[in-house]
């Protein structure tokens, strides 16, 4: 009897020690800050791919809806063809940045990885597979449970395992670098402390002073894809301080702004950097990332930023300055839903279920409407440039020639922001099937088909996608008819 | 969106530095986000001021900021 006590409590005692052993993997410190080294935009080799022709996609959260609906879309871009610079491309050729978040980030972190692989493995290695349920197996095995009673290891940490070596067969960030080839693919992450964005490139990994390099992909989409309360945050050391950082000149010059409000955005961006590499009280040694959806679940913010600011890793704000775009496109794909209720049928209080869902998800998707009034904005702004010169120099000229105008006019580029979501589905019992797909990591065979076709048709069908295939000479074959 | 415009104006044409960073070139339209920022030009040094730091605000593409360097006078 003493003896099988002795045994339990041995055996306890092991379990205890095994589940203090488990802890999320280090990422690795960076020895020495270089610039001219890592993940970053202007360190991929350009190619083919011409500046003048800009192409900006970004994937939205939203599970296996959002990426059989960027699959899609990629699938659509690939077969596209244009003419450009006397040679007949396929428009996804010409794509430059791939911005993602969540459910969106597998086919981006499967594409940075193997290219145009991704056509033939993708559908087969997570698409079409039943990630949810793999995923609660891996949980609920005794090994793992024992692992995840540590407080340092989450059931993230199990998700990022099993992606690593089931769907991106342990590709790590020196990978990418190594096919070294744009587009520039940016997964994203909510920093849960700061509320912001958290992007797996270099430049915001230097904050850190950790490696980017040595990061598995599966940990980026992991996070990125860390639905908040299904999955947990997950984990990484910021070693600050030991790698003879510099923030660039701008920092301090936006933080010194905070006073006089002249923009808050760039201010705020600003002391979000110095939050990270700040030494003294305020020293963050660990950062917790969670669903890239939480801060913006378009994974559009970003690409606002580098289009409206000099200040940015990747900015395209300079690069117009210095001439270098002349045709500039940003594809939305948007997997939001608007799911039927009964809620307004009933005069019953809603439940506790009912309201906290709606708390979490109704700022969300007004948000992301924002950030798309945002997109709209920022084109006219650019637009109306050119028609206020215009309009000044024609107003000059009825007063006679002596009163003709020479305005210096900046840099003029053609916009094409072309926008794929549900709600451009024309046919209403088409458009509510779309609307009322739940958020999943596994869907039917059926909804993965249409999520693909819908994916191609919307591209398609968005006016400005039509304005821009007709100024490339481009052709999207269709089901009937080839190019 | 908070966008400014600036004219750096240079006798010849020079690399425009914004904030340390390639922005475009000297007696052009350059386009920037509202806000305080570093500008120098690219080589040679020989231009005067070394650098401005310049709050740039409340501008109009119709009514750039304009900003002077001007040759260094060898003495």
Redesign the interface.
């Known amino acids: 009897m003493a003896m099988q006590s002795t045994r339990r409590i041995a055996l306890l005692i092991c379990v205890l020690l095994l589940a203090a052993c488990a802890s999320f993997p280090p990422n690795p410190p960076l020895a020495q800050y270089n610039p001219a080294a890592g993940y970053r935009f202007d360190q991929l080799e350009r190619g083919a791919n011409s500046d003048e022709l800009f192409i900006i996609v970004s994937f939205s959260g939203g599970g296996t809806r959002a990426a059989a609906l960027s699959f899609g879309v990629m699938e659509a871009l690939r077969d596209t063809q244009i003419e450009w610079k006397q040679r007949k491309v396929s428009l996804l050729e010409e794509v430059d940045v791939i911005s993602s978040v969540s459910g969106g980030s597998f086919p981006a972190a499967y594409y940075a990885l193997y290219g145009a692989r991704i056509f033939d493995e993708f559908p087969e290695k997570f698409l079409y597979r039943p990630i949810q349920s793999d995923l609660l197996k891996q949980l609920f095995l005794p090994y793992n449970l024992v692992r995840l009673a540590s407080p340092s290891f989450g059931r993230s940490d199990l998700a990022a395992e099993f992606y690593h070596r089931e769907i991106f067969n342990g590709g790590t960030y020196a990978d990418v670098i190594k096919r070294g080839q744009r587009p520039f693919i940016i997964l994203n992450a909510t920093d849960m402390s700061r509320g912001t964005q958290f992007s797996f490139i270099q430049d915001q990994f230097d904050l850190l002073c950790s490696d980017l390099n040595g990061i598995p992909l599966a940990r980026a989409a992991a996070a990125s894809s860390a639905y908040p309360g299904g999955l947990t945050p997950l984990t990484f050391q910021n070693h600050a301080g030991s790698c003879q950082y510099q923030q660039p000149p701008w920092v301090a010059l936006a933080a010194k702004d905070h006073s006089s409000r002249i923009n808050p955005r760039r201010t705020a961006r600003a002391e979000e950097r110095l939050s990270l590499t700040d030494e003294g009280a305020g020293r963050r040694d660990y950062i917790h990332l969670t669903d890239g959806g939480v801060a913006d679940n378009l994974g559009l913010r970003a690409p606002l930023t580098a289009l409206t600011s000099t200040n940015h890793p990747w900015s395209v704000l300079q690069m117009m300055n210095q001439k270098k775009v002349h045709k500039l496109v940003i594809i939305t794909v948007n997997a939001a839903t608007d799911p039927a209720t009964q809620r307004d049928k009933t005069p019953n209080i809603p439940g506790l279920v009912d309201t906290l869902t709606a708390a979490a998800t109704v700022p969300l998707a007004n948000y992301s409407f924002d950030t798309l009034e945002l997109l709209t904005a920022t084109v006219r702004t650019f637009n109306q440039e050119a028609r206020l010169i215009e309009g000044c120099k024609k107003l000059a000229a009825t007063k006679g020639e002596q009163c003709t105008l020479d305005i210096p006019t900046p840099h003029q580029v053609q916009w094409f922001p072309i926008q794929v979501a549900f709600e451009y589905i024309a046919d209403s019992e088409e458009r509510n099937w779309f609307k009322n797909l739940p958020t999943s990591l596994e869907l039917p065979h059926s909804a993965i088909d249409r999520l693909r076709a819908i994916g191609r048709r919307l591209l398609s069908e968005d006016p400005n996608f039509r304005k821009l295939i007709q100024a490339l000479q481009g052709c999207l074959p269709d089901a009937q008819q080839a190019c | ?3 400014e ?1 600036v ?1 750096v104006t240079f006798p010849t044409r020079r690399l ?1 530095y ?8 000297t007696n ?11 500008f120098t030009l690219g080589r040679y040094a020989n231009y005067a001021p070394a650098s401005q ?1 310049i ?1 740039v ?1 409340e501008t ?3 009514e750039p900021l304009e900003i002077v360097f001007t040759k260094k006078v060898v003495t």
């Open positions: 969106m908070a966008l415009y004219t425009v914004i904030d340390g960073e390639r922005s475009g070139y052009e339209i350059l386009r920037v986000d509202t806000g305080t920022h570093l730091t709050t605000t109009t593409v119709l």
